[in-house]
Nanobody, 126 residues
Framework: VQLQASGGGLVQAGGSLRLSCTAS????????MGWFRQAPGKEREFVAT????????YYADSVKGRFTISRDNAKNIVYLQMNSLKPEDTAVYYC????????????????????WGQGTQVTVSS
């Protein structure tokens, strides 16, 4: 599967952005999807993950209550709705995919994902 992330940009603190990750290839519904981010000088960190069916999701504590991950298996897209953005959310955001063993499987570790998109820059100004 090939992944293409989009939707990043420059936004003021408190604002919102919606990132999209479009997957090419077959059987999108077979993949657990995740969002990660990497700020300059820092390691890549987990943001959110969603199961194959979309019924199970999990978030990093730093974004819980502000970000929402969702997916549309008919359109091969996963979204990350980001609200109440903070300057510390500034990073390159990456989407990732991995085969899910069950409909409810989620993955929170970068090394568990084999497929990665190219990243989209999110900059939040104070």
């Amino acid at each position: 599967v090939q992944l293409q992330a989009s939707g990043g940009g420059l936004v003021q603190a408190g604002g919102s952005l919606r990132l999209s990750c479009t997957a090419s290839g077959r059987a999108f519904g077979s993949y657990v999807m995740g969002w990660f981010r990497q700020a300059p000088g820092k390691e890549r960190e987990f943001v959110a993950t969603i199961s194959r069916s979309g019924e199970n999701s999990y978030y990093a504590d730093s974004v819980k209550g502000r970000f929402t991950i969702s997916r549309d298996n008919a359109k091969n897209i996963v979204y990350l709705q980001m609200n109440s953005l903070k300057p510390e959310d500034t990073a390159v955001y990456y989407c990732a995919a991995e085969i899910g063993l069950s409909m409810r499987t989620i993955r929170t570790t970068a090394r568990d994902y084999h497929y990665w998109g190219q990243g989209t820059q999110v900059t939040v100004s104070s």
